[in-house]
């Protein structure tokens, strides 16, 4: 055409050289731009189905599965990944409708949802990731999760599915609810045994004791020093099984009793004073408050029994009989962080995690009186408001005891079970 518009246009003012030279150079240009248009498509064809590639990779590369259907409901893609999940190969399901991949009753509203959805143009699960079940090629049913967004491509609606198998997640869901109901279970039986135990075990104690102390009088000049001893001992130790069954029915109660003074909150000072008034302090030993007490308010309960056992627990452990307490609070992260430390004799390190231990003692109990349950009731009480405590001590160096405490008192984990008297607990026991 250029050719021929050239040649046209040179006729009568050109010589025949010159129209032949013109000629050519037309030629040549539109060779030129014939191989420049054949280029510029064979570059575009190339992106394309490199694209194409491409996007094939990352469908069957991914673990979740991709469906993509039409208005109508028919499947036009169907990703590696879904014949793993449904068993069905690409071949089977591309170009047939896709509730066949669906059980009842999603199966049977699956046409009516696309109709009414073309008709009223009403969005029911597009853009909403939901959970529902999906059909396998054997009949089998499973879980899945389930994405729809919808795409326009070349005019037409297009709608792509992400499906994702979460028959793993539910079993260990599962798993999970059987376990926690066991555990609460469990915890039920333990909290009835620590209450039936401290009621059918202390009335026996109370007879031994009651009993040694009617014959050290019956016998009276009879009896020997050693024995009069022996008497004193034997009652010693039913007070000290008295003491552990009620240290093990407290410590049973913590974070199931419903502590209502708890929620009453005073000055962190009048907190410390009653705490050192219940652990009863004796000479020589001094007690130190940072003033910061002043300035915060604290639920009276369980912080009173906390620091009146750690107090205690400083006192009774000591080596000697005049010695020293700080107590101190920060602020960090919005939690108070508390802190009691003594210049007593110190803990090894190796032992430190023995301390927090139920019945553990690091000494005798003929050299220091106790249940060794005082530790083990103070991190209890810690954890049920989801914070934690910790020693930090070496021989002769002291021991400090850290814990962090929410500034709003909350439990982190609340019992769900009814609440149940202990009165009614031993009653049905009893039954």
């Known amino acids: 055409m250029l050719t021929a518009i050239g040649y046209i246009s040179a006729i009568g003012s050109q010589s025949d050289q010159e129209i032949t030279l013109l000629n050519r150079a037309l030629s040549v240009l539109l060779i030129w731009l014939v191989a420049a248009i054949v280029y510029h498509q064979k570059k575009t064809e190339t992106t394309l189905q490199r694209s194409e590639e491409t996007l094939r990779a990352i469908q069957d590369g991914t673990v979740d599965g991709i469906i993509s259907i039409n208005i109508r409901g028919t499947v036009e893609s169907y990703s590696r990944a879904c014949e793993t999940i449904f068993g069905y190969t690409a071949d089977e399901v ?13 199966q049977a509203e699956h046409d009516g949802y696309l109709s009414n959805f073309r008709e009223t143009g009403d969005k029911k699960i597009i853009g909403i990731g939901r959970e529902v079940r999906g059909m396998r090629k054997d009949g089998s049913t499973l879980p899945i999760d389930l994405s729809v967004s919808e795409v326009n491509a070349s005019g037409e609606r297009v709608f792509c599915g992400i499906v994702r198998d979460i028959t793993e997640r539910k079993q260990a869901e599962e798993d999970r609810e059987q376990f926690i109901e ?4 469990s915890n039920r039986e333990l909290d009835n045994f620590a209450y039936v135990a401290s009621h059918d075990l202390k009335a026996p104690l109370r007879v031994i004791g009651n009993t040694s102390q009617w014959l050290e009088e019956d016998l009276g000049p009879d009896l020997s020093e050693d024995s009069r001893e022996n008497m004193a001992l034997l009652r010693n130790r039913v007070k000290r099984m008295e003491r552990l069954l009620d240290d093990l029915l407290d410590y049973s109660r913590i974070g199931r009793t419903n502590e209502k003074a708890g929620a009453i909150r005073i000055s962190g000072k009048e907190v410390l004073n009653d705490a050192m008034l219940l652990a009863d302090i004796p000479e020589g030993f001094c007690v130190t408050v940072s003033p910061v007490f ?6 009276i309960m369980p912080l009173k029994q906390i620091f009146a056992n750690l107090i205690n627990n400083a006192i009774k ?21 508390f802190t009691v430390a003594d210049d007593g004799p110190g803990i090894a390190p190796e032992f430190h995690d023995q301390v927090f231990k139920m019945f553990k003692t690091l000494k005798p109990r003929d050299q220091v009186e106790g249940s060794g349950m005082g530790l083990a009731m103070i991190e209890k009480h810690i954890h049920h408001f989801g914070e934690e405590i910790s020693l930090a001590s070496d021989l002769g160096q002291g021991c400090t005891f850290r814990f962090t405490w929410p500034k709003a008192q909350e439990p982190a984990v609340q019992d769900a079970s009814p609440p149940v008297s202990e009165e009614d607990q031993y009653q049905r026991k009893q039954a």
Do not use: F, R, W
Not at 95 to 104: A, R, S, W
Not at 182 to 185: I, K, V
């Open 94 to 106: 591309i170009g047939k409708n896709v509730k066949m991949l669906m059980p009842d009753p999603y």
């Open 182 to 185: 066991q555990l609460a279970h």
């Open 294 to 299: 002043s300035e915060i308010q604290l639920e």
């Open 317 to 337: 452990h000591h080596d000697k009989t005049t010695g020293n307490i700080d107590i101190g609070v920060t602020t960090q992260e919005g939690k108070y962080v």
